[in-house]
């Protein structure tokens, strides 16, 4: 049977915080919440920007790196850059994140920096969303890592097709795209047609689940109520076998965002996400 080798992705360790709001950061102290994936079972750690800024601070890049190193996550992911494309204040609020994102990355060792279109959505340029990432995939290969859009059915770079359509443009292989089943189930679209991507291009993978009817927006339904993998009622089975089905032999990540999942015991919290990802994936198991 194939070994995967999961990852949390940041808000899967990160406890109480409520996401897009001024209470986004982590209330729970980074070697705790290391030690939280590592116990679980994990072989990563994701972290998002805000967090990552505050161990720089307090530990240093260094120190973050040997507590990593000490609890075996091999694989570190950080996110989330969006605006990237963007012109004016945007852009230069983007600008900042992105040099935090590329100065960590080459000092952590990173697998990959996960980037999104506009998260309220619109639409974009192609030519120059395609230009943009050329650039900043050179920049990210220049530090060593890689970077995965993730295609969001509330935001305007909409599905995997039109991330990969953006990635093929871009014609860097330190682009790629990162899916999300949340996303594509959301988007309404069929599993199968995942396969027919080539996994050169797939720079990342995530497990979760939803239930059948969207609660509130889009947006208010992907932060507030997701589901465990397998616990829901998205296609995961279908979307685990078309990715399988690419040749895709990296990790698989598990992004858990509920209020449900937040009032739960970190620890308890991780060993679920961990323990239900792998179910899923062993469901699948040829």
């Not at 909409?158 to 990162?178: M, S, W």
């Not at 679209?189 to 969207?214: N, Q």
């Not at 296609?235 to 449900?260: C, K, Q």
């Amino acid at each position: 049977m194939t070994h995967h080798e999961l990852i949390p992705a940041c808000w899967t360790t990160a406890g109480a915080c409520e996401p897009l709001t001024d209470r986004e950061l982590s209330p729970l102290p980074i070697r705790g919440r290391v030690e939280i994936a590592a116990a679980a079972g994990f072989a990563g750690f994701g972290i998002r920007h805000g967090d990552l800024l505050a161990v720089e601070r307090d530990l240093g890049f260094a120190e973050f790196r040997r507590i990593l190193d000490d609890h075996d996550l091999r694989h570190l992911e950080l996110e989330f850059l969006e605006g990237w494309y963007e012109e004016g204040p945007d852009r230069a609020a983007s600008d900042r994140a992105r040099a935090d994102l590329l100065r960590a990355a080459g000092e952590l060792g990173v697998r990959c920096i996960k980037i999104g279109g506009r998260l309220s959505g619109g639409t974009y340029e192609p030519d120059r969303v395609v230009a943009e990432l050329a650039l900043l995939a050179e920049q990210a290969d220049r530090a060593g890592t890689t970077v995965g859009l993730e295609p969001m059915p509330f935001a305007d770079i909409r599905t995997p097709q039109d991330a990969l359509d953006v990635v093929i443009g871009a014609g860097h292989p330190a682009g790629g795209i990162f899916l999300d089943v949340w996303h594509v189930g959301r988007a309404g679209l069929d599993m199968a047609t995942l396969a027919d991507i080539p996994a050169h291009h797939i720079a990342g993978v995530e497990l979760d689940d939803a239930d059948a009817e969207v609660r509130g927006s889009l947006l208010e339904d992907t932060l507030h109520h997701r589901r465990f993998p397998g616990e829901g009622d998205l296609d995961v089975v279908g979307f685990v076998s078309a990715v399988a089905a690419t040749g895709y032999v990296g990790p698989w990540g598990v992004e858990m965002l509920s209020r449900e999942f937040r009032a739960l015991d970190p620890g308890e919290a991780a060993r679920r996400a961990h323990d239900t990802t792998a179910s899923a994936l062993r469901a699948t198991a040829p």
